[in-house]
């Protein structure tokens, strides 16, 4: 039996990725459905094999990733019917384990939050089960997951709130990190010397968070000193409600991925 995927854009093609680096699964044992002509060819070209349809994907696979657009999904519910256990893993923002477990009622679910840092193996996945998941279940799911990054196991009444922090962060953090490079490039610094100082200035910061052991508000009174450059920056920042700021673009995005899986 193969491992099925359903959708093969970025974030289907980054999760085999990891997967096949990380020698869980190979070439031969991968079955693939995609609607767009060109990424059937390409797929076929790198050695996988390509399904004639959804229905095929269910009766050979042993396992079956979601990786589609919400607004999909009922369009794919209405290619297949299967009612023998499988194994469901799904990526799809919004969509609750329950859809899946209503269509096909023998299946094991996770659903999973990644990010595009899956393309490097750095994605920060939040991941939750469906009650039929024994521990073997939720281990293999898991090493699937922890092959493109790390894994938090979350209640699904979370997952939600958590897109912002994961799934959808990585635009946030480059729209920050876009932001100070065009602020230095306007002050006269060159592109590529601003690009480096801030990328690596964030790579730094994230693993101090990481390995310090200390509380973000000591991390930043640690790098201000009483009347200095820091503190008059990070002043503009306080006086202009960046806290809320960041709250008000959480709340949208999670709001919009309820109204996904609403619709």
Known sequence: MKFGIIGFGKMGSSI????IDNKIINKNEVLIYDTFAPTCERVKEQGYLVANSI????????????SVKPQELQNVFKEVEYDKEIKILTIMAGVKIQTFANKFTKSKICRVMPNTCAMIGKSASSVCFDNNCTELDKQYFTKIVSSFGSVSIIDESLMDEVIPLAGSFTAYAYYYIKSFVDSAIKRGVPEDIAKTL?????????????????????????????????????????????EQIVHD????????????GKN
């Open 16 to 19: 085999l990725s990891g997967m």
């Open 55 to 66: 229905q095929d994907v269910f009766n050979n696979s042993s396992c079956v990733l979601f």
């Open 198 to 242: 801030v990328v690596e200035s964030m790579i730094g910061s994230a693993e101090m968070v990481k390995v310090s052991g200390k509380d973000l508000q000591t991390l930043i009174n640690d790098v201000c000193s009483k009347g200095g450059t820091t503190l008059a920056g990070l002043k503009v920042l306080q006086d202009n409600n960046l």
């Open 249 to 260: 673009c959480s709340v949208a995005c999670a709001e919009r991925s309820k109204e996904l």
